[in-house]
């Protein structure tokens, strides 16, 4: 399995950005994916994640600015990021969850494979 994450950059607060992960090696439609943050210095924490059957969950701190969604033709799940911040600073990684179906999950432990993660850098 492989994960392709891209779409990160650099932005000044209140600007949006729209992040991929392409994956590849699996029947992605009966997986959930989840996109994980990670800041300088700070461990891996959960953003957002959407189910194979397309529900979702976000991190309170994102709630209402970040939208998680996919694409099972073109085997893409995006994180759409609105109203960016500067504690938005982190590089971002999608992984996949080891196991097929099952509800969408929070856990970092539950994502078997990870993309290389792009970095968003959001300037005050």
């Known amino acids: 399995v492989q994960l392709q994450a891209s779409g990160g950059g650099l932005v000044q607060a209140g600007a949006s950005l729209r992040l991929s992960c392409v994956a590849s090696?699996?029947?992605?439609?009966?997986?959930?994916v989840g996109w994980f943050r990670q800041a300088p210095g700070k461990e891996r924490e959960f953003v957002a994640a959407?189910?194979?059957?397309?529900?979702?969950k976000y991190t309170d701190s994102v709630k209402g600015r970040f939208t998680i969604s996919r694409d099972n033709a073109k085997n893409t799940v995006y994180l759409q990021m609105s109203s960016l911040k500067p504690e938005d600073t982190a590089v971002y990684y999608c992984?996949?969850?080891?196991?097929?179906?099952?509800?969408?999950?929070?856990?970092?432990?539950?994502?078997?494979?990870w993309g290389q993660g792009t970095l968003v850098t959001v300037s005050s």
């Open positions: 959407i189910s194979w059957d397309g529900n979702t």
């Open positions: 992984g996949i969850r080891g196991a097929s179906y099952g509800r969408v999950t929070t856990q970092l432990f539950e994502y078997d494979y």
């Open positions: 090696g699996r029947t992605f439609s009966n997986y959930g």
